[in-house]
């Protein structure tokens, strides 16, 4: 039998709310000039690392089926909007890789790829969780955390990493930063236009 005082625990509470308050963020990147973004990506990934940590003491089974709800256009959305928004500034240098002892050059991330990592594994508790069943929703919250520690949690300090960087650094109060796009002419769009553009290439 679930513990349903863990459910409902403010830690899980909070964690709750951080997690689905960060996918609306990535949906909504489009939505936000470059500075925005990254001001309130710094602010709200910190709250993110911090909520998940506090859920260590999960000392709890359980079997609930979970479903994957992100989908492959639902995860190029999230990464090709960032992608475009922060532009030429979307790349950082990867320290953690695991094939970085072993490089005799610099390994390139993406703070994008990164943060549609993280969306994924997020929306996917989201989803699950709201479904109301406790043995489903304790099934994906222990997913979620344990994924926290094997590789999102990782991908999280990454992006925060160079989400930091950019926000203190000393252009970020110029302003002509919003203006540091790639070659191609940033444009927003939404998930429906996406979706269309999809299905033109396809």
Request: contains cysteine.
């Amino acid at each position: 039998m679930i513990d349903n005082q863990i459910l409902y625990s403010n830690n899980v509470i909070d964690f709750t709310t951080v997690a689905a308050e960060t996918c609306v963020y990535l949906e909504r990147a489009a939505e936000y000039s470059k500075q925005n973004f990254i001001s309130r990506g710094v602010k709200l990934l910190s709250l993110l690392y911090l909520k998940t940590t506090l859920l260590d003491d999960l000392n709890t089974e359980s079997e609930g089926f979970l479903e994957r709800f992100v989908t492959e256009t639902d995860y190029l959305y999230i990464k090709n909007q960032v992608e475009q928004l922060l532009g030429a500034d979307d790349s950082f240098l990867e320290v953690f890789h695991p094939d970085m002892p072993y490089s005799d050059t610099p390994i390139a991330a993406f703070i994008s790829e990164n943060l549609a990592d993280i969306y994924q594994e997020l929306k996917d508790f989201i989803e699950n969780f709201q479904i109301g069943e406790a043995e489903i929703m304790i099934s994906a919250l222990i997913a979620c955390v344990e994924a926290f520690a094997e590789h999102w949690g990782q991908k999280l300090l990454n992006a925060l990493r160079a989400l930091h960087n950019l926000r203190f650094g000393e252009n970020f109060d110029n302003e002509d930063f919003d203006k540091r796009l790639d070659s191609s002419e940033y444009r927003r769009i939404d998930r429906d236009q996406f979706l269309n553009f999809q299905t033109d290439e396809e």
